[in-house]
């Protein structure tokens, strides 16, 4: 009875995903008709040939982005609160967002310290995905590091925390001895952006996801355990060390390359994991991880066609949009419940 209401659940969920999928391809500054946009994926018979442009070229990457960002956060949250057993670390808390960050930044901020050469390198579409890569690839390093030294799960968390204070520093640093169009520049990209990607580009991003996404699947008896303790956990034989590290390998490398593609972007990492036990009351990571990775593409493809203003020119940034979401439902959850995970 128990796995027919989860049926019943998964089923209504991607329904609500496919719907709201063709209506984010169908809002912007051109409303395009849903007769238009399947035409245009199925046969490529369009009214307009420049809605076949905007679908192709601009709406739909931005779409596969929008669902791809919101489950990888998402299942990055899911990781984090269970790994550490906290309801309110997310997929940040290790710095390796923060790294992105600082990478970008020496590259758009440090041209006023380092001189003209940064400015040549950040004509490439991909200098800023590079740059927030390889940010995030040293933080990540020193968090596998740290993690091989410590034996304390939360001593992980507190050293991901002062990674994140560390290069915010750094980037406070950058940014005073920055022009103003420079910091403008890190600005706009630090609201985060669904709608940069070319197909290139977001092929490299789908490769990334899926093999992070493929790799999660082999820790769910761990995930499982580790909401009992460490104790519990080596009880059944599971090799602590190796499956933290994992664990750690997959939300950094996730979350770095969300961030590198498509910027910082706020609390649906955090918010979405709660939504999920809410709505199936369930603790077991079989039933978990593909709940939280539907409802997280879910929720950022409805914060995306907010953010659109549909009829109007103007994208208003998507970060503030998922914190303007995120925020209440953070704070209604430590209100209402003593206990929030299930």
């Known amino acids: 009875m128990e796995n027919k209401s989860y049926t019943k659940h ?15 391809i169908s809002f912007g500054s051109v409303s395009i008709p849903f007769k238009d946009i399947f035409n245009s994926l199925f046969n490529g018979n369009v009214t307009k040939e420049s809605w076949q442009t905007i679908i192709v070229n601009f709406r739909l990457p931005k779409a596969i982005t929008a669902i791809l960002v919101g489950s990888g956060l998402s299942v990055c949250g899911l990781l984090m609160q269970t790994l550490f057993r906290n309801p309110l670390a997310g997929p940040f808390v290790l710095g390796i967002s923060s790294g992105a960050s600082l990478g ?23 200098s800023l995905p590079i740059a927030a890569s390889l940010g995030s690839f040293l933080v990540l390093s020193a968090v596998i590091i740290a993690a091989n030294r410590v034996k304390n799960t939360m001593s992980i968390l ?15 640093v950058l940014a005073y001895f920055s022009e103003a169009d420079q910091i403008q520049q890190y ?7 669904l709608g940069n990607l070319s197909w290139a580009e977001l092929s490299v991003f789908i490769i990334i996801y899926a093999i992070a996404m493929l790799a999660t699947l082999t820790i769910l008896k761990p995930l499982n355990s580790f ?4 104790n519990y956990a080596k009880s059944l034989g599971i090799n602590i060390k190796k499956s933290r590290n994992i664990t750690l390998l997959i939300t950094s490398v996730l979350t770095g390359v969300i961030t590198a593609f498509s910027g910082p972007i706020a609390f649906v990492g955090l918010a979405v994991p709660h939504i999920a036990r809410m709505l199936f009351f369930s603790s077991n990571h079989k039933i978990l991880l593909p709940a939280v990775a539907t409802i997280g593409a879910i929720v950022l493809l409805i914060c995306d066609t907010i953010a659109q203003l549909p009829t109007s020119e103007f994208t208003l940034p998507i970060n ?10 953070v704070i ?6 003593k206990r929030i995970f299930v």
Do not use: C, D, Q
């Open 10 to 24: 998964f089923i209504l969920l991607l329904i609500l995903l496919i719907i709201l999928f063709f209506i984010n």
């Open 158 to 172: 507190i050293i991901g925390l002062m990674f994140g204070s560390f290069t915010a520093a750094i980037i406070s």
């Open 227 to 230: 909401l009992l303790g460490e």
């Open 187 to 193: 600005l706009f990209w630090s609201f985060g952006s």
């Open 320 to 329: 503030a949009i998922t914190s303007l979401f995120g925020a209440p439902i």
């Open 104 to 126: 970008v930044a020496i590259l758009l901020l440090g041209s006023s310290i380092f001189g003209g050469f940064l400015l040549t390198t950040s004509v490439s579409n991909w």
């Open 332 to 337: 209604w959850l430590l209100v209402r419940k």
